[in-house]
């Protein structure tokens, strides 16, 4: 059984469908990837997946069992959790009080919110920034913090929206890198990337969005040789990466 099925998911704002039957499955331990050109919808599904918005048709399982109406609370409750394209963390609050909001999920337990904390800072390289208010992070560190909250919710599935967005190449490998290591630690990861190079680096699977739909599957090195992918999505952002 795969750990995410989503079924013929749709999802219209008024006469705009941002969401058009859209069909994928995220299996365990993998990590999957969504990509798209901008405006293709890829946010609203991670917006759908993690319960922020309800499907207008369409369902969604999570090990088997439909999670459609489910708040994000309780999703992040079930262990679905998402990052934000925007980060927005507690900004005058320190990095260490950022990170252990999440942890509340799991626990009542300061301490115990405070252990889990301070092991994912570890984890994200955050730990020596521990006692900083978040307002003073780097773009990378605010990344970082998004993901450490994230992972303070201890998710079986951790949908990544856009992470390596605005990192230089050196920082994007070291974003690869932690993601190789959150995976090994058993949490399953679809990620939303433009990045292509990490997204053939890291996916073993691609679903490629457009105008709403999916419209490729494959393996990365099948859905960059996709003719239909070249022209909705490739070919204008080899077309932008040439003209630089
Ligand atoms: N709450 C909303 N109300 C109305 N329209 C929306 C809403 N959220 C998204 N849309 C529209 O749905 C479409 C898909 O947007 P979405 O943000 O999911 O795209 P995206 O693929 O994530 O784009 P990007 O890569 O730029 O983040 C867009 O036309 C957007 O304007």
Known sequence: MALLEVRNLVKRFGGLVATNDVSLTVEKGSITGVIGPNGAGKTTLFALISGFHTPTS???LFEGRSIV????????????????????????KSVLYNAMVGAFVRTNS??????????????????????????????????????????????????????????????????????RTIRAQGVTILMIEHVMQAVMALCERVHVIHHGEKIAEGTPAEVT???????????????????Q
């Open 110 to 179: 300061t301490a115990e919110a405070e252990r889990i904390a301070l092991d994912v800072l570890r984890l994200t390289g955050l730990y020596e920034k521990r006692d900083v208010p978040a307002k003073s992070l780097t773009i990378v560190d605010r990344k970082r913090l998004e993901v450490a909250k994230a992972l303070a919710t201890r998710p079986k599935l951790l949908l990544l929206d856009e992470v390596l967005a605005g990192l230089t190449p050196r920082e994007v490998t070291e974003a690869v890198e932690l993601v």
């Open 58 to 60: 369409g369902d969604i």
């Open 69 to 92: 109406g489910l708040k994000p609370y309780d999703l992040c409750r079930l262990g679905i959790t998402r990052t934000f394209q925007v980060v927005k963390p507690f900004a005058g």
């Open 225 to 243: 040789r996709d003719e239909k992918v070249i022209q909705a999505y490739l070919g204008e952002k080899y077309a932008a990466a040439g003209s």
